[in-house]
């Protein structure tokens, strides 16, 4: 690993044997991001669209027919019935009881924080085991799933093939935390 100075002006200069081996000539525009807490830079592509292609691949299943499956179940998820929780006097009372349980349940607010840093609001088990306390047991994230799926703030997406089970942040609940 090679050692970049940072100068007074904020500026670098990065090694001519770096920007050969990745193919960085003069003129080229580099795009840069945090990620992880680490500075990348990246040469910016003539396109985005064909940069990221194939980035997601295997994330709806592995196979033509998993993916179909996935797609099946959440088009079928968009017909279920509104949960039995949301009053029919005030339709924004079950999203008012998430803010409430989120602003007073750390447990809570620590799944749905990491599912809203999550691409599309999802993440599995074990992207969520970090949230167990040194001293916890993973009973206590799975009860607090637990209560999250069945108030369907959050929707359990059952493990199919070699996929594991996933979790999803439901729509409305996310807009209400970025709206936060």
Same mark, same amino acid.
């Given at each position: ?6 100068? %007074? ?26 990620? =992880?807490? =680490? ?7 003539? *396109?985005?669209?064909? @940069?990221?292609?194939? *980035?997601?691949?295997?994330? @709806? ?8 499956? @996935? ?5 079928? *998820?968009? @017909?279920? &019935? ?6 029919? %006097? ?21 799944? !749905? ?44 997406? &059952? !493990?199919?093939?070699?996929? &594991?089970?996933?979790?999803?942040? =439901?729509?409305?609940?996310? !807009? ?5």
């Amino acid at each position: 690993m090679r050692t970049i100075t940072v100068s %007074s002006k904020n500026q670098i200069t990065i090694p001519v044997a770096i920007l050969r081996e990745v193919g960085i000539k003069p003129g080229d525009t580099l795009a840069a991001a945090v990620i =992880d807490g =680490d500075i990348v830079l990246v040469k910016e592509p003539e *396109s985005w669209v064909q @940069y990221f292609q194939g *980035s997601m691949k295997g994330a @709806y299943g592995g196979t033509k027919e998993s993916i179909d499956r @996935y797609v099946l179940r959440e088009r079928e *998820s968009w @017909y279920e &019935p509104l949960s039995e929780h949301i009053s029919d %006097s005030d339709p924004r009372e079950w999203c008012k009881r998430f803010e409430d349980l989120y602003a007073t349940d750390g447990s809570v607010r620590a799944v !749905a924080d990491t599912l809203m840093d999550c691409p599309y609001h999802v993440a599995t088990f074990p992207d969520l085991a970090w949230l167990i306390p040194e001293n916890g047991h993973p009973t206590d994230l799975t009860l607090t799933l637990d209560r999250l799926t069945s108030n369907h703030w959050v929707r359990r997406i &059952p !493990a199919q093939d070699d996929e &594991p089970e996933r979790y999803r942040l =439901d729509g409305e609940i996310a !807009a209400s935390l970025r709206a936060a």
